[in-house]
């Protein structure tokens, strides 16, 4: 067991990409994720949900959450980015656990709004985590962006 996880929601199916709406069988945050899990060996999970308003800041049920996050000390957090921060269900997850001591790793893909507000996001829901500088990788390059996700890995 790796003392590293890679928590991620993705989308597959209609995705806006370089303007247009493409059908896609892998997300493209979930594309990047893989990548994460190949240069670090760390462990996956994939954070699922039913649908949910992002206007009404609505915290959705998710399907599942791992038994314990204890044994990881550095979390990679893959989303993409929806109206400038984290969709609900990102929200929803970082809620749930005190992650306190640990460190989080946020990366996540868009059509040119990078980062947002995430980063901020996450302090603010995890103020006792260390929080690393973020990866914005545009998703239509996801599958692109190996030597991209190993330089901030590294860093």
Not at 141 to 154: F, G, V
Request: net charge neutral; with cysteine.
């Amino acid at each position: 067991m790796s003392d590293k996880i890679i928590v991620y929601y993705s989308r597959a199916d209609e995705n806006y990409m370089n303007g247009q709406l493409k059908m896609l069988d892998k997300g493209n945050t979930e594309a990047a994720a893989e990548m994460i899990r190949q240069l670090t060996g760390a462990d996956m999970f994939r954070i699922e949900q039913a649908r949910s308003d992002q206007n009404r800041n609505a915290r959705p049920k998710l399907k599942s959450y791992p038994e314990s996050l204890d044994e990881y000390s550095i979390i990679y957090l893959g989303f993409p980015n929806y109206w400038g921060t984290m969709p609900m269900a990102v929200f929803t997850f970082l809620e749930h656990f005190d992650l306190s001591g640990k460190i989080i790793m946020p990366f996540c893909t868009h059509e040119g709004s990078g980062i947002g507000n995430s980063t901020k996001d996450i302090c603010r829901i995890c103020p006792n985590a260390k929080v690393g500088k973020g990866l914005a990788i545009r998703g239509s390059y996801a599958d692109k962006s190996e030597k991209e996700i190993e330089k901030w890995i590294k860093e």
